[in-house]
C-alpha cells in the first residue's frame, strides 16, 4: 500500500539511539530531512549486525548516533530529481556505495575506497550510522544513484517478504567471501561458528558443491544449520581441528572460515587446514594481535586471507540469491530470524544479540 508524501519538517518518529558505550535509549527524535536526489524510508525490518554491537560496546564511534543498516521498508517521500523511484516503493538500501573510479575501485577492493567509507544513509541524530534502528531514514544521492546505473538504493518484488530482503547486504558480505576463495567441489570447507552469518557462509559453500563441515558450542545451531543443508556438524566443545583432519583422511580442510570474532580462533582454523590451505578472517572486525605459527604459513604454505563487507561487482547475483532463495525455499533466510522486537525494546534486543544464547539466532527490529 502506498505511503502518503509528507515534508518531514516538525514531524517525529521513534528512534533507538546510541548516547554512551552500552547505552541504546529509545526516543522521540526529528524525522530527517531530504534533499534533491535523496529518499526517505519507512523502515519495516533492520537486522542487528555484530559491527553494531561492536560500536555500541566499545565507544569508537561518537555518541549520539542511529546505527543499524540491514534494513528494508518502503520509500515515504522522493527529493527533487530522483529517478526511478517513487513514493510506495518496496526497497533496501546498502549504507555504503564506492565511488567507482579510484585506485581501490579500479582494483575492486571497494571496502577501502573513501567514498565506499562514508555512510550514505541515517536517521538524523548525530553522524550518518546507517540509521535503521529507526521508523524513518533519509537515504543520500550517491546511494539513490541516478535512476539508470544501479546503486545502492534496490527494488523489491512484491513476493519478497521485507525480512527476506533485509538479509540482501549481508548476504553480500558472505558471497564476497565465497567467491574470493573459489571453492572446487571437491574442497572440504570448515565453517567455525553457526550464528546467522556463519549459516549464510556455510550455505554458500554448499552451494558451490564443497563439503561443508560446521563447529559450533551449540546443538541447537546445529539443528538450524541443517534447515540449509548443513548436515556435517562438529561439537566445538571437543578438538574441531582433529575432527575436521577425521573427516578428510587425516589431511585437513581445504579451506577454514572463521565467522566469530574471536582471535583463539585463528589458530584452531590454521591447525585445521591442510598444508596448503586457507584460512578465511570474516568477523575479526576489531584491532588486535594474536599468535599463529609463522612456519605453517612458510614451510606448510598455509594462506591467512581476510574478506570485509560488500562488493558491487557481484551486487545484482547477490541479490539474485535472496529473491530466488526466497522463492525456491533453498535460502528462505526468514528461517534464521529468531527473535523480533519493537523500537521500544531496543536495549532489550541489543542485550540479546550480545549475550547471544542456543535458541537465540538473527535478532530483527520492527519499527
Not at 35 to 44: K, S
Not at 116 to 130: E, I, P, Q, R
Not at 224 to 247: E, H, Q, S
Request: charged share 15%; aromatic share 6%; net charge negative.
Amino acid at each position: 500500500m502506498q505511503e502518503a508524501v509528507f515534508q518531514p519538517t516538525n514531524q517525529t518518529m521513534q528512534a533507538a539511539v546510541y548516547r554512551s558505550p552500552d547505552n541504546i535509549v529509545t526516543e522521540s527524535v526529528d524525522v530527517p530531512e531530504i534533499g534533491a536526489g535523496e529518499v526517505l524510508i519507512r523502515i519495516d525490518t533492520c537486522g542487528i549486525c555484530g559491527t553494531d554491537l561492536k560500536k555500541i560496546h566499545t565507544g569508537s564511534h561518537a555518541a549520539p548516533r542511529v546505527f543499524g543498516h540491514e534494513m528494508a521498508g518502503t520509500i515515504a517521500a522522493i527529493g527533487a530529481q530522483v529517478r526511478g523511484f517513487a513514493v510506495g516503493d518496496r526497497v533496501m538500501a546498502f549504507h555504503h556505495i564506492p565511488c567507482g573510479t579510484c585506485f581501490y575501485c579500479r582494483k575492486q577492493t571497494f571496502a577501502q575506497c573513501e567514498t565506499y567509507k562514508k555512510v550514505g544513509s541515517t536517521a538524523g541524530v548525530g553522524a550518518a550510522a546507517g540509521g535503521g534502528f529507526a521508523q524513518y531514514i533519509r537515504v543520500m544521492d550517491w546511494i539513490v544513484g541516478d535512476g539508470t546505473i544501479p546503486a545502492g538504493l534496490i527494488h523489491i518484488p512484491d513476493d519478497i517478504p521485507f525480512e527476506q530482503a533485509a538479509f540482501i547486504e549481508p548476504v553480500n558480505t558472505c558471497f564476497k567471501a565465497i567467491k574470493l576463495l573459489a571453492l572446487a567441489p571437491d574442497d572440504t570447507v570448515l565453517v567455525i561458528g553457526q550464528g546467522s552469518i556463519g549459516i549464510l557462509l556455510a550455505a554458500l559453500a554448499r552451494q558451490t558443491g564443497a563439503t561443508v563441515l560446521t563447529s559450533d558450542l551449540y546443538p541447537e545451531r546445529h539443528a538450524i544449520a541443517a534447515r540449509f543443508g548443513l548436515d556435517r556438524p562438529l561439537d566445538a566443545r571437543g578438538n574441531v581441528a582433529a575432527a575436521a583432519k577425521a573427516a578428510t583422511e587425516g589431511r585437513g580442510a581445504d579451506v577454514a572460515l572463521v565467522a566469530v570474532g574471536a582471535d583463539a580462533l585463528i589458530a584452531t582454523a590454521m591447525a585445521a587446514i591442510r598444508p596448503g590451505g586457507r584460512v578465511m578472517l570474516f568477523a575479526s572486525t576489531q584491532h588486535g594481535t594474536a599468535p599463529f605459527d609463522p612456519a605453517a604459513v612458510c614451510m606448510d604454505e598455509k594462506t591467512l586471507m581476510g574478506s570485509y563487507s560488500a562488493s558491487v561487482a557481484i551486487q545484482q547475483e547477490a541479490i539474485n540469491l535472496v529473491f530466488e532463495g526466497y522463492r525456491s525455499g533453498g535460502l528462505d533466510l526468514t528461517k534464521l530470524i529468531s527473535h523480533r522486537f519493537t523500537l521500544g525494546q531496543a536495549a532489550e534486543a541489543v542485550h540479546l544479540a550480545s549475550n547471544p544464547q542456543p535458541d537465540s539466532m538473527k535478532i530483527v527490529l520492527k519499527p
